[in-house]
């Protein structure tokens, strides 16, 4: 069982509002990566990083920052909320080169 | 950079009957190559993972996929699905270093197994 939690679960809030999507994992992972998955499609890397105070965009535009400050934590903020943001978020994480990420729950954002 | 295509984005069939799900990518060196799945209102799962040696690799609950380098295909099959395999199956690669070591995923089939 992996150990990757993303907080809140499900989150309405309204438009304007500043969000952060919490996202923590206990297995020591270098790598992380938050991906955009609308209902039946498919996901979107939209960002990654490969350690502390590393961050790089994916291949899809979001107007969402992330840090990374230390190496279990991978928060995704917007600044200001708008309906387009409304998806679900997902993130995950993994270790070393070339090997499987491990996935959070995610978190079902509606901006109304 | 890569892609990954999954030709049917739903499929359905009864107990018993035999799957398979297509997935194609497009990047012409060393892939690391995956099956993800996710059952209703859970998180993904690994299903099973082609890293080298042999192209046939065998997952957990009866799934298997194929690796053919040269159709640049990694389809995943299972002989006799069960409706417990309802689900959305994704395929996903990893270009290794070149690419930016991102796990990149296709568009996801939805599988409907009937009782």
């Known amino acids: 069982e992996a150990d990757i939690y993303q907080t809140p679960r499900y989150l309405v809030i309204g438009t304007g509002k500043k969000i952060t999507l919490e996202c923590s994992q206990t297995?020591?992972?270098?790598?992380m990566y938050w991906y955009q998955q609308d209902p039946g499609m498919e996901l979107h890397l939209i960002h990654y990083s490969y350690g502390v105070n590393s961050t790089e965009k994916g291949d899809l535009s979001s107007e969402s920052t992330v840090s990374r400050i230390r190496t279990e934590h991978f928060p995704l903020t917007l600044e200001s909320a708008r309906p387009s943001h409304t998806s679900q978020y997902l993130c995950a994480s993994s270790v070393g080169a070339n090997t499987e990420a491990f996935f959070g729950q995610g978190t079902r954002l509606t901006v109304v | 950079a890569q892609s990954v295509s999954q030709h049917n984005h739903h499929v359905i069939l009864s107990e018993a009957a035999s799957l398979e799900l297509g997935c194609n990518y497009s990047y012409g060196g060393t892939v690391n190559l995956f099956w993800y799945v996710q059952y209703p209102g859970q998180h993904l799962q690994l299903l099973l993972k082609?890293?080298?040696?042999?192209?046939l690799v065998k997952g957990i609950k009866g799934f298997e996929a194929e690796f053919i380098k040269s159709k640049f295909s990694f389809n995943l099959r299972k002989p006799s699905v069960q409706w417990s395999d309802t689900a959305e199956y994704f395929c996903?690669?990893?270009?290794?270093?070149?690419?930016?070591?991102?796990?990149?995923f296709g568009g996801g089939t939805r599988v409907l197994v009937k009782p």
């Open positions: 297995m020591g992972h270098d790598k």
């Open positions: 996903a690669v990893n270009a290794g270093k070149a690419a930016g070591n991102k796990l990149t």
């Open positions: 082609y890293f080298s040696g042999d192209p």
